[in-house]
């Protein structure tokens, strides 16, 4: 029998606003990164590399300055956040949503 074989063409996005989430921060000017990084409020994993959500979003801003490419995906890997640099293209109020007036 024939293997099936499928090809993600378009990001799937989602308004999920229930952590744990998955942040992506792009190499400069590249379609590449190394990899994500978890984060929630509080964190079950530190030892292993999970960060809080204020610290994803200190990165996620750094990253944002420097102009690069931001991905934030939630447990099932659908995209909730989305931004090139400053401009936001999906998710305009991820952060606010989950940290609140102070993002």
Known sequence: MDELT?????LQHSEEREGPFRLYVFEPDSE???GG???SDKP???EEGEITTIEAFRRCAEAQAEERQVRICDGGDMLVFHARG????H?????????????
């Open 32 to 34: 590449f990164h190394r």
């Open 91 to 103: 998710g305009a109020t991820f952060w606010k949503d989950v940290i609140g007036a102070s993002a």
């Open 6 to 10: 499928y090809e993600l063409t378009e």
């Open 37 to 39: 990084v978890w984060f």
């Open 86 to 89: 400053e401009q936001v293209l």
């Open 44 to 46: 079950k994993y530190p």
